[in-house]
């Protein structure tokens, strides 16, 4: 008889978490060793029980989904990780495969695909729920199509620095940002600083042009307000 398939269930709400694990504890060969709520406590946790699998949730708070893949791959690098996402664009899809996932599964999938993901992905191969696999195909078409594209700056940041223009995006200073991702003032401004020089702008008012330009917020966002966690933009 094989042995069973070691799991780590990592998914930030409790109530589908405690599902998630007793729906996969259910098979007769998954073990779930242990869940995690966050994305640190889910590297943490790898790294000490060395699990055999990951599933985990993109949105995770602390650390996120995709971030939390990478420290895995170098903590546990036998590791395989499934990340579940509620919906992927072009640039979240990059970034999982980026950060070593094995497999990426959309959140309306089925126990049986969620099963068929795991153990394909325990077998040493990858998978990709269909949408996303059939959206990767589309766009090497069409990037085939112009070999001589040049690639977007956008791809050039880490998910870290996406992180950070997105909320400098929402008109959030540096203070409020270190308090959401658990980051030191100092290290958001080092952050924001190698934002702009990869992406060839100066200062916070054009990375929100920026940020404008590319869709990520629209122009409701740039109007002052005095929430505590926004900022004037400096002259």
Do not use: W
Not at 132 to 159: C, T
Request: charged share 30%; net charge positive; aromatic share 2%.
């Amino acid at each position: 008889m094989n042995p069973k398939i070691k799991l780590l269930v990592a998914y930030r709400h409790s109530l589908l978490r405690q599902a998630l694990r007793t729906a996969l504890a259910s098979q007769n060969d998954i073990e779930v060793v242990q869940e995690a709520s966050d994305g640190k406590e889910a590297i943490e946790m790898a790294e000490k029980l060395q699990p055999d699998v990951v599933v985990m949730d993109t949105q995770m708070p602390v650390v996120s989904g995709v971030e939390a893949t990478a420290h895995i791959k170098k903590r546990a690098s036998g590791a395989r990780v499934l990340l579940l996402t509620l919906g992927a664009d072009d640039e979240m899809i990059l970034n999982i495969l980026r950060a070593g996932a094995a497999g990426c599964l959309l959140k309306d999938a089925d126990l049986n695909e969620l099963m068929l993901a795991i153990r394909t992905v325990h077998r040493g191969g990858s998978y990709l729920s269909p949408e996303i696999a059939d959206r990767m195909v589309q766009n090497y078409v069409r990037f085939a199509d112009k070999p001589g594209e040049e690639r977007p700056r956008r791809e050039l940041l880490s998910v870290r620095e996406r992180e950070i223009l997105q909320l400098v995006a929402e008109g959030l200073g540096n203070q409020a940002i270190a308090g959401r991702l658990t980051l030191s003032v100092k290290t958001v401004e080092a952050h924001k600083a190698h934002i702009c020089q990869k992406l060839g702008v100066r200062g916070r008012t054009e990375l929100i042009k920026y940020a404008i330009r590319k869709g990520l917020i629209d122009l409701e966002l740039e109007r002052p307000t005095r929430s505590r966690d926004r900022e004037a933009i400096p002259a």
